[in-house]
């Protein structure tokens, strides 16, 4: 390399316990990125395996009988997972979510909720813990997860139209029995429970209206997803995008609505109230208007690596650490610099040059890997 060659920084990655840093430092309830961005969020992939094979996320093609899935003891333990979760809320972390794969599928995951539910954030508040699911054991399921202290679910749910959910689910899944699903878990105290369908265009755009007037009127909050180029493998294409401008325009025609302020900072829905005040709807724009700028989420993997954009490509082993034998204060300053470094804008730039950052990226990671 010559003088005049400029090296572009190379993310610090942590691997073993030589790459610790020296000195540690003791959580001060916050940290920020290098956008100022602060940690707020984390997102915890509690299993890689799923039953359905949406074709937008574990498409049949790719996960077939064949896939290898992780090994148990490639996991982490539930006691991995809430010690992650315990220095993740001492820098400031408020709110968890619990995701895979299909995270219903995780045997005994009650008594991880029940482990995380006892966690406080420094001033003594207890920490909002959710689950996103694709609702398929959920009537089974949600009262048990409710006393161990789950406190939300999100319920994937692409289409109402029974034949368009099937081939969509690529299994054969009932709509019917996602719907009761849905009902058990409010009737349970889940709430409120929010509705994500993906649009895809050419599979099931031409459900959203019916969508929005089955939902009107009820205690579930109904949230329109763009199509995201999430991994590798889901045949991502922009013409296969429906712009969340277009999903409002198709439902205010029908059922005017207005656009209302956000519930928090970093809110990744834009919220849009029925002008009859019979609910609301959300747009999540990620692929049009992206919200990269007040991202505050961080994700930790099935087998442990920690990802501080969903559209990475590599992640920081924290299982290796942690079964290396590092310390809950060298844990606590590693995860600390890893967030400081942060730089993440993937929506943002791919707006601009996608094709670029394809032909010169890694393989991205999956979303059934790290979690949506």
């Known amino acids: 390399m010559t003088g005049a060659e400029v090296q572009e920084p190379v993310p610090r990655f942590y691997r073993s316990l030589a790459?610790?840093?020296?000195?540690?430092?003791q959580p001060t309830g916050r940290v920020t990125d290098t956008m100022n961005?602060?940690?707020h969020d984390l997102r915890i992939s509690v299993t890689d395996r799923c039953n359905f094979r949406c074709?937008?996320?574990m498409p049949k093609e790719v996960f077939g009988k064949d896939f290898a899935f992780m090994e148990r003891d490639e996991l982490l333990s539930f006691e991995e997972m809430t010690r992650l979760a315990r220095i993740?809320?001492?820098h400031g972390v408020e709110k968890i979510?619990?995701?895979g794969g299909e995270p219903l599928l995780r045997k005994g995951l009650e008594e991880l909720v029940a482990m995380l539910a006892a966690l406080r954030t420094p001033d003594g508040r207890p920490i909002d813990i959710a689950l996103t699911t694709n609702g398929s054991a959920l009537a089974v399921k949600a009262q048990a997860l409710k006393d161990a202290g789950l406190t939300r679910v999100t319920v994937s749910l692409d289409s109402l139209d029974d034949a368009t959910f099937r081939t969509m689910n690529d299994v054969n899944f009932p709509v019917a029995k996602i719907l009761n699903g849905i009902n058990v878990a409010h009737e349970a105290g889940l709430g409120p429970i929010k509705i994500n369908m993906v649009v895809k265009r050419g599979q099931n755009e031409h459900d959203i209206v019916a969508m929005a007037r089955h939902f009107q009127g009820t205690p579930y909050i109904l949230r329109f997803i763009e199509f995201m180029d999430v991994g590798s493998s889901n045949g991502w294409e922009m013409a296969?995008?429906?712009p969340s401008r277009e999903v409002i325009a198709l439902i205010n025609a029908e059922l005017p609505l207005d656009e209302v302020a956000p519930n928090y900072d970093g809110e990744t829905s834009r919220r849009w109230r029925y002008r009859d005040?019979?609910?609301?709807?959300?747009v999540i724009s990620s692929v049009t208007q992206s919200f990269c700028q007040s991202c505050s989420r961080a994700r930790v993997s099935t087998d442990g690596k920690l990802f501080t954009c969903l559209f990475a490509t590599e992640g920081h082993d924290l299982r290796a650490l942690m079964r290396g034998g590092c310390t809950d204060e060298q844990l606590a300053t590693v995860m600390a610099q890893i967030w400081r470094e942060r730089t993440d804008r993937y929506s943002q730039l791919r707006s601009a040059?996608?094709?670029q950052l394809r032909a010169a990226g890694k393989k991205k990671i999956e979303m059934s890997y790290i979690g949506g």
């Open 19 to 25: 790459d610790l840093p020296v000195v540690t430092e």
């Open 37 to 39: 961005r602060p940690l």
């Open 55 to 57: 074709v937008y996320c």
């Open 88 to 90: 993740s809320v001492a």
């Open 97 to 99: 979510r619990l995701t």
């Open 240 to 242: 296969a995008v429906v």
């Open 277 to 282: 005040g019979s609910g609301e709807i959300g």
């Open 353 to 355: 040059k996608t094709i």
